[in-house]
């Protein structure tokens, strides 16, 4: 069983950064077999994929639309996986969720890959 926890959401303007952190606990965590992920759900929206990371390789991923701003990483020791949001628009508004799961490379970017998800932190990005 594994608990994940989000904190770092707020409240910022436009062109602004937020730094979100992923704390993950848990002794079936397989630093070899996990990846880690953030997805967003905006009101009235599909929840959608942001980022993820690989835990044994370290590579990452991203959503077109957040390439270039945002910055997934992790933390072997502590088990975390921050994510550095930078030049924020309205439009990354949501509710920011951290998961973790077993998926392939083909399937990193899919909801349903990932069995363990923290309960959200919200992020609004004033225009």
């Known amino acids: 069983q594994l608990q994940l926890v989000e904190s770092g959401g707020g409240l910022v303007q436009a062109g602004d950064s937020l730094r979100l952190s992923c704390e993950v606990f848990?002794?079936?965590?397989?630093?070899?077999?996990?990846?880690v992920a953030w997805f967003r759900q905006a009101p009235g929206k599909e929840r959608e994929f942001v980022a993820a990371?690989?835990?044994?390789?370290?590579?990452?991923e991203y959503t077109d639309t957040v390439k270039g701003r945002f910055t997934i990483s992790m933390d072997n020791a502590k088990l975390t996986a921050p994510l550095q949001m930078n030049s924020l628009r309205p439009e990354d508004t949501g509710i920011y969720y951290c998961?973790?799961?077993?998926?392939?490379?083909?399937?990193?970017?899919?909801?349903?890959?990932?069995?363990?998800w923290g309960q959200g932190t919200q992020v609004t990005v004033s225009s």
């Open positions: 998961a973790t799961g077993r998926p392939t490379a083909s399937t990193m970017t899919s909801a349903g890959e990932y069995n363990y």
């Open positions: 848990g002794r079936t965590f397989n630093r070899y077999r996990n990846t």
């Open positions: 990371i690989r835990w044994e390789s370290g590579t990452a």
